[in-house]
């Protein structure tokens, strides 16, 4: 019983010796505490995410919780990244060009519903024009996508096989022929045949084609409007901006990834998701060249050109409509196979 005794007094004044030496430091060891993010996304949004938008999270992060948070995160073309999606990469978030893609990872099992529906704005990160990107001084005269579709005119174009960019392009281009006045179907293919005709060079994303472009490749590229802000304010511009009097705006799409969420994970995605949607984050988004989805904000950035009669892609039914009618019978099956013919 003694030894019992003795033994348990041994403990217990060991244990009082390691609380004694350990909880000074709870709190520091709590704020070393980390977590870890898995975010995959197309390549047009990449330095505005890791420069802007993921520093801002993180530092919220901490402050809510004392935790550090590590964003592992990769980037390429809209459809490049959806099949390694499919492929069973862990990511947690995606974040892509198109509904389109968000459409292919449901119905290929990735996502178990269409989650970024319930997301604010239908999981509408932000927006941004497409325009056209000419040579300093414009020397094809180039006005509007009509003249892209002029002989001689050398065309770099993203590949519409793996980028979400690419179909953007496509449906700003035949969507400014349908926005003429008696303007039908025949129109819109007649300017995508001109255009086509034309391009010269085919990258598999928007940013691949914007460097193709830089790098000396080409007359003109069809491009988000971010491109052009975000390149000058870098360095000095070799190319200046065509605002077509009809566009595209693109809407870019965020979803979590349930299936690879972990329960402890909840928040913390949750957390990321509604602070895309915070005016700090939206503003974040304006400064580095994207269209907010919050009107309100967009004027604080004074570079957004003007656009006459920007168009959606809800104008034509949604990306099922479009990608059936638009994408796949008119340019896939009909423009694509004149060319060849």
């Known amino acids: 019983m003694r030894r019992l005794v003795v033994l348990l007094a041994a403990v217990a004044g060991g244990l009082a010796v390691v609380l004694w030496t350990v909880w000074p430091w709870l709190p520091l060891a709590k704020n070393r505490q980390s977590r870890?993010?898995?975010?995959?996304?197309?390549?047009i949004v990449e330095k505005t995410l890791t420069k802007s938008i993921f520093p801002a999270f993180q530092k919220k992060w901490k402050e809510r919780t004392g935790e550090d948070l590590e964003i592992i995160s990769s980037f390429g073309g809209s459809g490049t990244m959806t099949n390694q999606l499919i492929m069973g990469v862990p990511a947690e978030v995606a974040i892509l060009s198109t509904e389109l893609d968000m459409q292919r990872l449901y119905r290929s099992g990735v996502l178990k519903t269409e989650s970024w529906k319930r997301l604010?704005?239908?999981?509408?990160?932000?927006?941004?024009?497409?325009?056209?990107?000419?040579?300093?001084?414009?020397?094809?005269?180039?006005?509007?996508?009509?003249?892209l579709a002029k002989r001689g005119v050398r065309i770099v174009h993203p590949d519409p096989l793996v980028s979400g960019a690419a179909n953007w392009a496509i449906m700003a281009e035949y969507g400014a022929a349908l926005r003429k006045p008696g303007a039908k179907e025949a129109q819109g293919k007649a300017l995508l045949l001109g255009i086509w005709r034309n391009v010269v060079s085919q990258a598999g994303s928007?940013?691949?084609?914007?460097?193709?472009?830089?790098?000396?490749?080409?007359?003109?590229?069809?491009?988000?409007e971010q491109d052009?802000?975000?390149?000058?304010?870098?360095?000095?511009?070799?190319?200046?901006?065509?605002?077509?009097?009809?566009?595209?705006?693109?809407?870019h799409t965020v979803t979590p990834i349930d299936k690879h969420i972990k329960p402890h994970q909840r928040e913390l995605i949750q957390a990321f998701l509604d602070f895309l949607w915070s005016d700090e984050a939206q503003m974040l988004f304006v400064q580095d060249g994207f269209r907010s989805?919050?009107?309100?904000?967009?004027g604080a950035n004074p570079r957004f050109g003007v656009i006459t009669d920007p168009f959606l892609i809800d104008d034509f039914g949604g990306w099922g409509e479009a990608k059936r009618?638009?994408?796949?019978?008119?340019?896939?099956d009909e423009?694509?196979?004149?060319?060849?013919?």
């Open 120 to 147: 604010p704005y239908g999981g509408v990160m932000n927006r941004t024009p497409f325009i056209i990107l000419v040579r300093p001084g414009n020397p094809k005269g180039i006005r509007d996508f009509d003249d």
């Open 228 to 251: 052009i802000i975000a390149t000058t304010e870098d360095h000095v511009s070799t190319q200046e901006a065509v605002y077509p009097r009809s566009t595209i705006l693109s809407e």
């Open 325 to 332: 009618n638009i994408i796949d019978r008119i340019w896939k």
């Open 206 to 224: 928007g940013r691949a084609a914007r460097t193709q472009f830089e790098n000396g490749f080409g007359d003109a590229l069809i491009t988000y």
């Open 36 to 43: 870890t993010m898995v975010i995959y996304g197309f390549a």
């Open 335 to 341: 423009v694509l196979k004149e060319l060849k013919s």
């Open 293 to 298: 989805v919050k009107e309100r904000l967009n």
